[in-house]
């Protein structure tokens, strides 16, 4: 399954990849931020001693940057989509469609979906793109 990027997310990716020596496997632009995926193992080059690698990123982009790392499993993947917050994740298969299950504590709930459901329409986005993974639904 290919991700389909945008010249202006191709962009960003380079610029990123040139800034961290991090290897990105996606990118994903919205209003306020621009999502990194990058390959597991190389959070550490991304972020950069004492974060300097995405303030740098920050500076040049001028909006928030959110790194994520990248996993086979989907299950883990969407584990690190919802850091730092801990969840539990169950993928189910229902009506021929892939659904995952995550399993948070009240106390975050909110923090999990994101104000207008920002954060968990980025999660479902991302799993969508990496793991075919029709909805995610947080309990």
């Known amino acids: 399954m290919g ?3 945008s010249s202006e997310s191709i962009r960003y990716l380079t610029l990123f ?8 496997k996606d990118c994903m632009i919205q209003e306020d931020r621009i999502i990194f995926v990058v390959r597991k193992g190389d959070m550490g080059a991304a972020i950069g001693k004492g974060g300097i690698n995405i303030e ?5 982009i ?14 883990e993947f969407i584990v690190n989509i919802f850091k730092p917050i801990k969840v539990k994740v169950r993928i189910i298969e229902k009506n021929d469609k892939k659904i995952a299950q995550v399993s948070v504590d009240p106390q ?5 979906i994101g ?13 969508r793109r990496h793991h ?3 909805d995610i639904i947080v309990k």
């Open 17 to 24: 990849e040139s800034i961290t020596g991090a290897s990105v």
């Open 62 to 75: 001028g909006k928030k940057i959110e790194v994520i790392e990248h996993s086979e499993n989907p299950e």
């Open 108 to 112: 975050y709930k909110g923090l999990a």
């Open 132 to 134: 075919d993974i029709d």
């Open 3 to 5: 991700i389909k990027l």
């Open 115 to 127: 104000k207008g459901g920002k954060n968990i329409n980025k999660a479902k986005e991302l799993a």
């Open 56 to 60: 740098r990123a920050k500076e040049l």
